[in-house]
T-cell receptor, first 114, second 108 residues
Framework: DVKVTQSSRYLVKRTGEKVFLECVQD?????MFWYRQDPGLGLRLIYF???????EKGDIPEGYSVSREKKERFSLILESASTNQTSMYLC?????????????FGSGTQLSVL | DAKTTQPNSMESNEEEPVHLPCNHS???????IHWYRQLPSQGPEYVIH???SNVNNRMASLAIAEDRKSSTLILHRATLRDAAVYYC?????????FGKGTRLSVIA
């Protein structure tokens, strides 16, 4: 089975800190995604990457950046954390962009910015 | 824009079948219909997907209307472990867009 591993389950940071959320997948997937999930708002796409060193903005990229130096790793970066970035962050991957490809999710990182 | 419409919540008795509806009236001919579910405190997990024909797997069945404007996820015998938020998604050549899904409650 595909495994998508997020480095932390819970994270507490201070306002203004630089925050790195790491995600690693073990199945040679081309595509990787970062979503955030807030009560009442569902999952919203922050950034995605269709291949190494490629990145595309999702629906809510403001305040975030990403890095994909290796195929298996996709990092989400909060340059200067703010309280409105307190949320559950979910990483996902899939083999490729074909519409019948399944998406595999990590367990999520609950980030609190104080 | 999730591009699908689902009821906010549904309730089922344990051991009973559950039919979760989804409307995707603007679906294009090459879009697949995917279903995912999210158990409490976990990331979403894949349930099933299909294009035109009905599909079955060990978790569920997917019934797709002939005009493809709607579909139904069928859990044949709901258990307490099926209590989750179920997402119906149109999958084209762009990243998957998740709506708010249907929160399924299962009553013992």
């Amino acid at each position: 089975d595909v495994k998508v591993t997020q480095s932390s389950r819970y994270l507490v940071k201070r306002t203004g800190e630089k925050v790195f959320l790491e995600c690693v997948q073990d199945m040679d997937h081309e595509n990787m995604f970062w979503y955030r999930q807030d009560p009442g708002l569902g999952l919203r796409l922050i950034y995605f990457s269709y291949d190494v060193k490629m990145k595309e903005k999702g629906d809510i990229p403001e305040g975030y950046s990403v890095s994909r130096e290796k195929k298996e790793r996709f990092s989400l970066i909060l340059e200067s954390a703010s309280t409105n970035q307190t949320s559950m962050y979910l990483c996902a991957s899939r083999l490729g962009p074909a519409p019948n490809e399944k998406l595999f999710f990590g367990s999520g990182t609950q980030l609190s910015v104080l | 824009d999730a591009k699908t419409t689902q009821p906010n919540s549904m309730e089922s008795n344990e051991e009973e079948p559950v039919h979760l509806p989804c409307n995707h009236s603007t679906i294009s001919g090459t879009d697949y219909i995917h279903w995912y579910r999210q158990l409490p405190s976990q990331g979403p997990e894949y349930v099933i997907h299909g294009l035109t024909s009905n599909v079955n797997n060990r978790m569920a069945s997917l019934a797709i209307a002939e005009d493809r404007k709607s579909s139904t996820l069928i859990l044949h015998r709901a258990t307490l472990r099926d209590a989750a938020v179920y997402y119906c998604i149109r999958s084209g050549n762009t990243p998957l867009v998740f709506g708010k899904g249907t929160r399924l409650s299962v009553i013992a």
